[in-house]
């Protein structure tokens, strides 16, 4: 079966950085593109950032654009958030989701259980 388990939350400083990892398993990783999908307290649903299957395009939410990065090995059947200069705002439960398509965006069939970035000085 498709799993999904993030790591790397945490608690960061305003600018301070934190790395986000999503393990994937049950399904042809390579083959479907990946979101990070994030959800603060009391607020909806929120795309932060997504990655073809094969690493040729990404998306970004505007207020995360040139400080957070995604990327994907393949390899390690993982995709990854890297997000830098951090904000007050950008604290939220984030979710690895898979596509439905090797190139889509918020067509996601699979979620993971979240792992919570908290950023307060």
């Known amino acids: 079966q498709v799993q999904l388990v993030e790591s790397g939350g945490g608690l960061a400083q305003p600018g301070g950085s934190l790395r986000l990892s999503c393990a994937a398993s049950g399904f042809t990783f390579s083959s479907y593109a990946m979101s990070w999908v994030r959800q603060a307290p009391g607020k909806g649903l929120e795309w932060v950032s997504g990655i073809y299957s094969d690493g040729s395009d990404t998306y970004y939410l505007d207020s995360v654009k040139g400080r957070f990065t995604i990327s994907r090995d393949n390899a390690k059947n993982t995709v990854y958030l890297q997000m830098n200069n951090l904000k007050p705002e950008d604290t939220a439960l984030y979710y690895c989701?898979?596509?439905?398509?090797?190139?889509?965006?918020?067509?996601?069939?699979?979620w993971g259980q979240g792992t919570q970035v908290t950023v307060s000085s």
């Open positions: 989701a898979k596509e439905k398509y090797p190139s889509s965006w918020h067509e996601n069939d699979y």
